[in-house]
């Protein structure tokens, strides 16, 4: 199934998952339109990385399914993994081996053939700014540049479905904005469709069409930026979104700088 506009390429029914007695997910419902960048909120517990975690099949539900770009979740979760990308909030590119080796190793693990290899991996390359740097080790790359990489690498096998984990976390304005450019050209370019979770309100708001707000492992709010602001009163921010709706402040239980230490490798080598 292709990103067609105006069809849900992530339908989530009924969604669960429990540990015990803790239910970290709890029967969440949603959709993601085809084509959208669809933006994840929550503070430290909030279920965000176990729903992520289901999505990309790394964990079976409890109850309940999702169906990712036509197939079930739990059905068929070997071809829902053909069908998405990820990029994990932990560094996945490798520092002793340069952007195309990196490259060439994803393309292999994606099954990519032979003869396509090549041009893919140049392609990537030239589509994330990275093609003068292609033979350099990464870790003379700056951060900005193996956020960029990341995604290169996750984009290989063209995805329907990218989910991406604080895409921009520990970056500097300058890179931040690079690699929200390249996040906004996947979506021009080949139509994807991006779930991300994020704890950059202003991240949200310009990448965003939809935002979820998680609590609890529940869905506490659902709409544009635009209409949750609105809801929340005159001149209210995302920030006060979130506030509002959880009760915490967006660095309670250190979730954001837990974070920023998953990237501190690549601040190293940049």
Known sequence: MENTPGTNVIDVLSLTRRYSSLVAVDRLTFSVASGAT???????????STLIKMLTTLLPPSEGTAKIAGFDLCEHPELVRK???YVSQMLSADGDLTGRENLLIS????GIPRAERSRRIAQALEFMELAHVGNKLVRQYSGGMIRRLEIAQSMLHRPSVLFMDEPSV???PSAKRSVWERIRELRR?????ILMT?????EADHLCEMVAVMHRGVLAAMDTPAALKAQV?????LDDVFIHFTGATISEG??????????ITSQRLG
């Open 38 to 48: 669809f933006g994840l909120l929550g503070p430290n517990g909030a279920g965000k």
């Open 83 to 85: 069908k998405i990308g």
């Open 107 to 110: 393309a292999k693990l994606y």
């Open 170 to 172: 520990g970056l500097d």
């Open 189 to 193: 370019e080949f139509g994807t469709t």
């Open 198 to 202: 994020t704890h950059d309100m202003e």
């Open 233 to 237: 009163g005159p001149e209210s921010s």
């Open 254 to 263: 250190g979730e954001l700088r837990d974070a920023a230490r998953t990237r």
